[in-house]
C-alpha cells in the first residue's frame, strides 16, 4: 500500500510559479505512475500531469508547456513546477498512485490518492 502526502500550495499571483510535492511511502514507489489530478469548487476533478516508471509523461492541454511533472525515486517523491500560472489554475491539486504500465489520465486507474492541496492563483 502507498500514502501520499502533498505539500507546497499557496497563494500566488497571476503570472507567478509554484512548486508542489508529493511525498510517498512504500518500497515500490519506483513501480506506481504518480499523477495529477486538481479540483476547482463546483466542478469535476480533472487530470494535469502524470508520470510513468520510466518518467514518461503526459499532460493535459490546459497546462502543457506551463507545468513540468518529475519524480525523484531516491525520495520517493513527485513534484509538479507550476509557471506562468492564471486564476484559472485556483483548485485543490491532488496527487495519485497507480500500478500501471504508464501515464494515465483516467481518475479510476489510481489507487491511492493524498488529501490535497490549495492552491489560489489572484488576479
Known amino acids: 500500500q502507498v500514502q501520499v502526502v502533498e505539500s507546497g500550495g499557496g497563494l500566488v499571483q497571476a503570472g507567478g510559479s509554484l512548486r508542489l510535492s508529493c511525498a510517498a511511502s512504500g518500497r515500490t514507489f519506483s513501480r506506481y505512475t504518480m499523477g495529477w489530478f486538481r479540483q476547482a469548487p463546483g466542478k469535476e476533478r480533472e487530470f494535469i500531469a502524470a508520470i510513468g516508471w520510466s518518467s514518461i509523461t503526459y499532460y493535459s492541454d490546459s497546462v502543457k508547456g506551463r507545468f513540468t511533472i518529475s519524480r525523484d525515486n531516491a525520495k520517493n517523491a513527485v513534484y509538479l513546477q507550476m509557471n506562468s500560472l492564471k486564476p484559472a489554475d485556483t483548485a485543490v491539486y491532488y496527487c495519485?498512485?497507480?500500478?500501471?504500465?504508464?501515464?494515465?489520465?483516467?481518475?479510476?486507474?489510481?489507487?491511492?490518492w493524498g488529501q490535497g492541496t490549495q492552491v489560489t492563483v489572484s488576479s
Open positions: 495519485a498512485a497507480g500500478r500501471l504500465g504508464g501515464p494515465s489520465q483516467r481518475i479510476s486507474d489510481y489507487d491511492y
